[in-house]
């Protein structure tokens, strides 16, 4: 019942800020899937699990448990940070970072306006570490940019078991 009530909440705020906002623009390169929201906002820092499997807790009778090995992927880091201002608009790649490996191929960069994305210049990827996904682009000076990383409508950023990431919201300003 708390699932379900987190669930309910983040997609009424999820839906508050799309409305308030406009349209939503999505870059996907994985393609569209059914829609998969998260619970809430990801924590700034998260400890990482040693492995991505459900048996690197106790034995648990074969029974999956709440852990971190079963717990969604979340945004340990970003760069440029979320929240900030005076970005370099010099900077040519958006990097975030999970606190699990990540399925290759998979991501959901999205948008509420056109205006608030930033120009891309090449296709997402992840790093060797299969954490880290890198979104080359062009940033503007002095402009306001707004990133969903998975949203309510795209979920395709998932750990290497297939569980889709908790939404997260990346908004900086460039000086």
């Known amino acids: 019942m708390m699932s379900w009530t987190k669930t309910k909440i983040a997609a009424a705020l999820v839906a508050a800020a799309m409305l308030g906002t406009g349209t939503v623009l999505t870059v996907n390169y994985a393609g569209a899937q059914s829609p998969k929201a998260g619970d809430a906002p990801a924590a700034e820092k998260a400890d990482a699990p040693a492995t991505d499997s459900p048996a690197a807790d106790a034995d648990n009778g074969g029974e999956e448990k709440e852990s971190l090995a079963t717990a969604p992927p979340v945004v340990v880091k970003s760069v440029p940070p979320s929240g900030t201002s005076g970005v370099d608009p ?69 750990d290497s078991g297939g569980r889709p990431a908790v939404s997260y919201l990346l908004v900086f300003k460039t000086k």
């Open 90 to 158: 010099k900077l040519t790649e958006i990097r975030v970072t999970y606190s699990k490996n990540m399925k290759n191929g998979t991501w959901s960069w999205s948008t509420w306006g056109e205006e608030n994305f930033p120009k891309t210049t090449g296709k997402p990827r992840y790093e060797a570490d299969k954490r880290t996904c890198v979104l080359p682009v062009k940033l503007e000076p002095n402009k306001f940019y707004a990133i969903w990383l998975n949203s309510g409508k795209f979920g395709n950023f998932k």
